[in-house]
């Protein structure tokens, strides 16, 4: 069923927009927990990558070749967020 929502136009006059229904996923049982564990990993990922590379470039901006020099801050920066984007007791339901 679509909802009717009424809301008045740039020229004073009602305007009906319909939304949709969400569409459900569509997974087994079985697969639930491996697909939030997948897609918790791959958000985890992401946030190290991003985490790393804007370390990576603050680090270039300050001095030269400070990526390199900043390596191991930078890994380990990175590293704490994506352990946050993780959360491994969230993840095994502790």
């Given at each position: 069923?679509?909802?009717?929502?009424?809301?008045?136009?740039?020229?004073?006059?009602?305007?009906?927009?319909?939304?949709?229904?969400?569409?459900?996923?569509?997974?087994?049982?079985?697969?639930?927990?491996?697909e939030r564990?997948?897609?918790?990993?791959?958000?985890?990922?992401?946030?190290?990558?991003?985490?790393?590379?804007?370390?990576?470039?603050?680090?270039?901006?300050?001095?030269?070749?400070?990526?390199?020099?900043?390596?191991?801050?930078?890994?380990?920066?990175?590293?704490?967020?994506?352990?946050?984007?993780?959360?491994?007791?969230?993840?095994?339901?502790?």
């Amino acid at each position: 069923m679509a909802v009717r929502l009424r809301t008045r136009g740039s020229s004073g006059l009602a305007v009906y927009k319909v939304k949709k229904k969400k569409k459900k996923k569509r997974r087994s049982r079985e697969m639930k927990g491996i697909e939030r564990m997948v897609r918790r990993g791959a958000m985890a990922d992401s946030g190290f990558s991003k985490r790393y590379l804007r370390e990576h470039r603050k680090s270039n901006r300050k001095k030269k070749d400070g990526w390199a020099r900043d390596f191991s801050d930078n890994i380990y920066k990175a590293g704490k967020r994506g352990r946050k984007k993780l959360k491994i007791r969230r993840l095994l339901r502790l």
